[in-house]
């Protein structure tokens, strides 16, 4: 069974920096995508940032400069390093991780998620 574990969420001042990370148990062969989305109160999820197991990555245009996704695929690992952290960074993280089959089906794993706040 797939497990993703998120780590390293809080509370920053404006301006500041968090790494996430997330590692993935309980698969033997790594994802052809991971990355994260976020949810902010009273808002839909939304992607943030993802990598490709050949290490193309993908932004949304609010984060593009001050976001920095990377990956291990030996490990089945991904953070996420947030610099120049804004108020409407504020949300839920969640980490995620797909599989896409022989046929283009996707398969999708979630983490539980990790807080960040960004608040003075």
């Known amino acids: 069974q797939v497990q993703l574990v998120e780590s390293g969420g809080g509370l920053v001042q404006p301006g500041g920096s968090l790494r996430l990370s997330c590692a993935a148990s309980?698969?033997?062969?790594?994802?052809?995508?991971m990355g994260w989305h976020r949810q902010a109160p009273g808002n839909e999820r939304e992607l943030v940032a993802t990598?490709?197991?050949?290490?193309?990555?993908n932004y949304a245009d609010s984060v593009k400069g001050r976001f920095t996704i990377s990956r291990a695929n030996a490990d089945n690992t991904v953070h996420l390093q947030m610099n120049s952290l804004r108020s409407d960074d504020t949300a839920v993280y969640f980490c995620?991780?797909?599989?896409?089959?022989?046929?283009?089906?996707?398969?999708?794993?979630w983490g539980q998620g990790t807080q960040v706040t960004v608040s003075s």
């Open positions: 309980g698969s033997a062969n790594r994802f052809d995508i």
């Open positions: 995620n991780a797909v599989r896409v089959g022989a046929l283009g089906q996707k398969y999708n794993f």
């Open positions: 990598i490709s197991s050949g290490g193309v990555t």
